[in-house]
Every structure is written in structure tokens, then in C-alpha cells.
């Protein structure tokens, strides 16, 4: 099983593109989130989707707007890169609540 | 602040020496769990125990759980060099949607 994917790996921004974040799940888990992490720091939720067709703001919600298109994907977006967004972005999906997590390998973006 | 915080932030000890860490929240919580991550990777789920249990076993992993001090421990026992990584707590608030809320993570280096 490849679990959760992230796409692309790596990628650097100038401020002010926009792109999409892409993560795949084929566990058939219904909740999905999206995680930053800065150095030397937790991890922060951006946005999650406990179920298809629901998303919901996390802890620093603003600059990123999300879509979960089917169960298996859950898309993360910035509209506008700003250099406070220089982050690694994790995505990760659960069968719901009291179920652990399965992480992605993340995404390491740079802003600049 | 984070709702999970960890003692020590940082860890460095011998190999076949035992390893704690610590974690402290400040809400009521469905359940807490425990992660670890590699250098440049993803988290990993390692354990999670839930506000009605008192401790919980996985091989050389022992949790502890004291809901009335709002606190975790984690050991490691007979640490082994592939043990060094981060550890985060993470807890599931009850008051809270589906969702867990990171502490900032325990670095732990295991000397061969």
C-alpha cells in the first residue's frame, strides 16, 4: 500500500505565485488534514475534511484554501505565497476519531 | 500557546540506556498518541491511549497516562541507535472537532 502521497516533494515559489499542494490516500480513511511545520516547532493544522464533502478551519487557516475532491484526495492551495509561508507541508489521513494518523513524507516549500 | 507540551526538548543518551519524555496538556482529551519522526520524513504512529486507560505496551514502548495531572510519559527501554528521532505528543481534545493538536516534540540522539 502507498498510504499517503504528496506531490511535489519539493518546490520553490516566488512571492506572490500560487500553487497546489496534491495528496492521495488509498486507505479508504475518511478524515484528511493538512499540517505545517516549522523548524524546531510542532506541527500546526492549516485546514482538515472529517468526511468527504466537509472542511473545516485549523489553527492558522489564512493564505490557504483546501478542496477535498473525492475521499481519496484532499488538495491544499495558495493563492498568494508569501515568505512566512517557507514551511514542509504534511498531509494525513485517519479512519476518523480514536484512529491514528498515517502521514505523508511532506512537502518542503520555499518562499522566496 | 500548544496544547501538548514536551519535557525535555532535547534527549542524548547511550545506547541500551532507557529513554523518557514527557507531555502535558491542558484540556480534557478523547485520547493522546504518540509519534515519531526521522530526520526529513514523515510522522510515524507509534501508540495511543485513551482518557479511560491508565497505561498501555507496544514492545520496548511504555505510555503512561495521568488525565488528573493532564499528563503523559513516554519510555523507551533498551534504546538502540535507529531509535534517535523526534517524539511528538499529540492529543485529542473533546472539546474540540476531529482533529489532534501537537506538542513541540522531544529530540531524542541515541549514541551507539
Known amino acids: 500500500n502507498a498510504g499517503v502521497t504528496q506531490t511535489p516533494k519539493f518546490q520553490v515559489l516566488k512571492t506572490g505565485q500560487s500553487m497546489t499542494l496534491q495528496c492521495a490516500q488509498d486507505?479508504?480513511?475518511?478524515?484528511m488534514y493538512w499540517y505545517r511545520q516549522d523548524p524546531g516547532m510542532g506541527l500546526r493544522l492549516i485546514y482538515y475534511?472529517?468526511?468527504?464533502?466537509?472542511?473545516d478551519k485549523g489553527e492558522v487557516p489564512n493564505g490557504y484554501n483546501v478542496s477535498r475532491l473525492n475521499k481519496r484526495e484532499f488538495s491544499l492551495r495558495l493563492e498568494s505565497a508569501a515568505p512566512s509561508q517557507t514551511s514542509v507541508y504534511f498531509c494525513?489521513?485517519?479512519?476518523?476519531?480514536?484512529?491514528?494518523?498515517?502521514f505523508g513524507s511532506g512537502t518542503r516549500l520555499t518562499v522566496v | 500557546s500548544q496544547q501538548g507540551e514536551e519535557d525535555p526538548q532535547a534527549l542524548s543518551i547511550q545506547e541500551g540506556e532507557n529513554a523518557t519524555m514527557n507531555c502535558s496538556y491542558k484540556?480534557?482529551?478523547?485520547?493522546l498518541q504518540w509519534y515519531r519522526q526521522n530526520s526529513g520524513r514523515g510522522l510515524v504512529h507509534l501508540i495511543l491511549?485513551?482518557?479511560?486507560?491508565r497505561e498501555k505496551h507496544s514492545g520496548r514502548l511504555r505510555v503512561t497516562l495521568d488525565t488528573s495531572k493532564k499528563s503523559s510519559s513516554l519510555l523507551i527501554t533498551a534504546s538502540r541507535a535507529a531509535d534517535t528521532a523526534s517524539y511528538f505528543c499529540?492529543?485529542?481534545?473533546?472539546?474540540?472537532?476531529?482533529?489532534?493538536?501537537f506538542g513541540g516534540g522531544t529530540r531524542v540522539l541515541v549514541k551507539p
Open positions: 494525513a489521513s485517519s479512519g476518523g476519531r480514536g484512529d491514528g494518523y498515517t
Open positions: 486507505m479508504n480513511h475518511n478524515s
Open positions: 475534511s472529517a468526511s468527504e464533502g466537509t472542511t
Open positions: 484540556t480534557s482529551i478523547n485520547n
Open positions: 491511549i485513551r482518557s479511560n486507560e
Open positions: 499529540a492529543t485529542d481534545q473533546k472539546a474540540a472537532g476531529n482533529k489532534l493538536t
